[in-house]
């Protein structure tokens, strides 16, 4: 057990005198570790690769606030998953992005006579299986995405519960998706 934490500590405390040997070794025995717990947060291989590298590259800039108070892996792991969830956010961010700037180019193709009647059909496929629900769930649905109103709205307008129209509206969605 003292070895372990020598060792650690040892490859815990980059400083100058670190050669480049004792850097591979540090990078080959926590490549691993980092990489699992970044493909547990993104899902893709690749991608969790690169995370990987970043994130030990980030450690070894970030080195000189490593005190030693714990273990040199619960300090990489933090820093690992700090960085995997900045990630995330950054790219759902740019997602959403891309996804407001495709729907300018769809918008001009859904123009055809081809697109309009499918959206027609489609329609006409929804009208029929809302007519199917009960009226408390056609009504939500029917306020909440037709009209768009806010679900307090809705409750203050149905005169029922905020959560009685979560639940409504969860339920109501769920039918439908069972219908199709």
Same mark, same amino acid.
């Given at each position: 057990m003292?070895?372990i934490?020598?060792?650690?500590y ?5 400083g100058q ?6 850097? =591979?070794?540090l990078?080959?025995?926590?490549? =691993?570790?980092?990489y699992?717990l970044?493909?547990?947060y ?5 991608l ?10 980030? %450690? ?9 108070? %714990? ?10 998953? =700090? ?12 997602r959403?992005?891309?996804?407001e ?7 001009d193709?859904s123009?055809s006579p ?5 959206? =027609? %059909? ?5 009208r029929n299986k809302?007519s199917?629900?009960?009226s ?35 339920r109501a969605?769920?039918?439908l998706?069972?219908?199709?």
């Amino acid at each position: 057990m003292k070895t372990i934490v020598k060792q650690s500590y040892f490859l815990g405390s980059i400083g100058q005198h670190m050669t480049e040997q004792k850097i =591979n070794q540090l990078y080959l025995e926590c490549k =691993n570790r980092v990489y699992r717990l970044a493909l547990g947060y993104v899902k893709d291989s690749y991608l969790a690769e690169d995370l990987t590298h970043e994130i030990l590259v980030k %450690c070894y800039l970030k080195s000189e606030k490593f005190k030693g108070d %714990c273990s040199i892996h619960t300090w990489m792991n933090k820093i690992a998953s =700090n960085h995997c969830i900045d990630f995330l956010r950054k790219s759902y961010r740019k997602r959403d992005l891309l996804y407001e700037n495709l729907e300018v180019f769809i918008s001009d193709v859904s123009c055809s006579p081809e697109s309009e009647a499918i959206t =027609n %059909c489609d329609h006409e496929e929804l009208r029929n299986k809302l007519s199917q629900l009960s009226s408390k769930y056609k009504d939500v649905i029917v306020l909440y995405y037709f009209k768009q109103l806010a679900m307090k709205e809705i409750a203050k307008q149905l005169n029922i519960n905020l959560s009685t129209v979560k639940t409504r509206l969860f339920r109501a969605k769920k039918m439908l998706k069972e219908m199709y």
